[in-house]
């Protein structure tokens, strides 16, 4: 599981998104993120926070992310932006040798085209919580929203099967990679290529949507109200401040909260039987 502090937190700060560490293909909006101990990763969904559902879950929309298609994330450290580019060029299931085309570079830079983006609304999803009986005391919960940890409700996903790298001299200027010795670097199902003759950006296209990046709110217990039951805060999760990753295969993130284990663990879904965590 990733948990960082640097910039590959808020490289996608400009985009107004958080970032998935790990790009992931079944992730969708309503997905609970919860954070302990400076870990974080995936613990539920939304329908799992509240006992008493009082309406239907909010809809979610999908449609094409036009401010962030043909956009640019900010230029990264070499070293940094070639870990964040092969876990992406993992997750489209190529191989991580790619980093060896890029061993003249100083700096890289991701660009995103073919983004679809999958929302919630947020006053829907205020909604559906009003209406419904959180669950204060369930053991796991608990510790999110009134002990150490965060607990946030992920809104929005930002996903594609398409990225642009471009490299970068110490200089500025851009620098020609040879396609050809990519794609064998690469190696597996990708594709990778160039969208004109000219450009120095080499795009890599998997055969499957991934989630890079995400927009979220933060959860918390409030006072108790009048009627004795706890108020749930909602706080907007600023852009570039949060960040997770799980790597592939890898389950649903669980904790020992009484201080065994330093951070979450993450763990097969096999070893966990169908709603144990939830019951």
């Known amino acids: 599981m990733g948990v960082c502090s640097d910039r590959s937190v808020n490289y996608l700060k400009s985009l107004n998104l958080n970032v998935i560490l790990h790009p992931l293909e079944d992730l969708a909006p309503l997905a609970l993120l919860g954070e302990y101990k400076g870990a974080r990763g995936i613990i539920g969904t939304l329908s799992q926070l509240a006992e008493e559902q009082g309406g239907n879950l909010p ?7 036009a401010n962030i298609n043909g956009q640019k994330s900010s230029k990264l450290p070499i070293e940094l932006g070639l870990d964040i580019l092969g876990n992406i060029i993992g997750a489209m299931g190529g191989n991580l040798g790619v980093k060896a085309a890029y061993e003249r570079a100083s700096k890289v830079e991701f660009s995103y085209t073919g983004v679809t983006r999958h929302r919630a609304n947020t006053i829907e999803i205020g909604d559906y919580l009003e209406a419904s009986k959180v669950r204060w005391d369930h053991p796991i919960l608990k510790k999110y929203l009134f002990g150490k940890g965060r607990l946030y409700i992920l809104t929005e996903i930002v ?7 471009t490299a970068y001299n110490r200089d500025n200027s851009s620098i020609k990679l040879e396609v050809p010795v990519i794609k064998e670097l690469v190696g597996g199902s990708l594709s990778v290529g160039k969208d004109t003759e000219t450009t120095t950006t080499v795009t890599y296209e998997g055969d499957k949507n991934l989630a890079f990046g995400f927009v979220a709110i933060e959860l918390s217990a409030g006072d108790r109200g009048d009627d004795g039951e706890f108020d749930l805060v909602f706080r907007p999760v600023k852009a570039g401040t949060v960040s997770f990753g799980v790597g592939a295969g890898q389950g649903v993130v669980f904790a020992d909260f009484e201080g065994a284990l330093a951070e979450l663990k993450t763990v097969d879904p096999a070893e966990l039987g169908e709603g144990e965590l939830f019951a």
Do not use: F, H, N
Not at 59 to 65: H, L, R, V
């Open 159 to 165: 996903a594609s099967k398409k990225l642009g790298v």
């Open 59 to 65: 809809q979610i929309t999908s449609g094409e992310a």
